[in-house]
C-alpha cells in the first residue's frame, strides 16, 4: 500500500460530539479490496483524554508511526494527551474513508471510527476481525460535518483479537442497499498500543 504525508489543521478537520473529538472524514467512497486503500501517516487526532503525566523527557508532544497506526501526544497544563490513530484513503480518489482513533480508559480502549456519509444508519456497522464479529450492535451515534460516528469500546481481549487478526474489515450497508466492506490495517496497532500504555504510565 502506498504511504503519502497529508498535514491535517486540528482547529478546521475536528467536529465535537457526545463530548469528544473527532475526524474529518471525506465524502463516501466504496471500498471492497485493501488495494483500493491507501494509508496516510501524518494525522491529527482530538487528543480528547488527558491524564498528569508528563511526557517522556518533558516533551511538549510526541508524534510516533508504527506502521499504519500513530501515537500522537500533546502535553498541555492539565497533564498529557494521547491518542493511538488511524486513517485510511482510496488511493484513486484520494478521499478519506475511514478514521479510527482510541485511548485508554482503565483496562479498555475507547473511541471512535468515522465512516462516510451514506451510510444506511439503522442498520449499524460491524467490525470483523477473521471472519469472527468483534463485539456486537456497534451502531452510529450522529452524523456530523465530519461524517458518521461509531463509538467503539474494546475490552482487552477484543483488542488482542483485532491486533493477531489477519483480516480486519469494517462492514455496513449503504442506503442504496449495497454491502460496503472497508478493510481496516492492523499492521503497527499492536507496537503503538504497547507505547501508547507506556507513555500513560
Not at 42 to 61: C, F, K, Q, R
Not at 124 to 135: C, E, K
Request: net charge positive; with cysteine.
Amino acid at each position: 500500500m502506498n504511504r503519502k504525508l497529508a498535514a491535517l489543521s486540528v482547529a478546521g478537520l475536528l467536529c465535537v460530539a457526545g463530548g469528544s473529538a473527532y475526524f474529518y472524514n471525506s465524502a463516501y467512497a466504496t471500498v471492497s479490496s485493501p488495494k483500493a486503500v491507501e494509508h496516510k501517516d501524518e494525522v491529527a487526532p482530538s487528543l480528547a483524554t488527558s491524564s498528569e503525566h508528563i511526557l517522556p523527557g518533558g516533551a511538549s508532544s510526541l508524534n510516533e508511526t508504527y506502521q499504519d497506526w500513530r501515537v500522537v501526544c500533546q502535553q498541555q497544563a492539565t497533564g498529557s494527551r494521547c491518542a493511538i490513530v488511524l486513517q485510511e484513503f482510496n488511493s484513486k480518489t484520494r478521499q478519506r474513508i475511514l478514521s479510527v482513533e482510541l485511548t485508554p480508559h482503565g483496562s479498555q480502549m475507547q473511541g471512535v471510527t468515522v465512516l462516510p456519509f451514506g451510510a444506511a444508519l439503522s442498520k449499524g456497522v460491524s467490525l470483523i476481525a477473521d471472519d469472527r464479529t468483534i463485539g456486537s450492535g456497534l451502531t452510529f451515534s450522529t452524523c456530523v460535518p465530519a461524517g458518521c460516528l461509531v463509538p467503539l469500546n474494546l475490552d482487552q481481549r477484543q483488542l488482542g483479537d483485532l491486533e493477531s487478526a489477519k483480516k480486519v474489515e469494517v462492514k455496513f450497508s449503504a442506503v442504496s442497499g449495497q454491502d460496503i466492506n472497508i478493510p481496516l490495517s492492523n499492521k503497527g496497532l499492536d507496537k503503538a498500543v504497547r507505547r501508547l500504555n507506556t507513555v500513560e504510565r
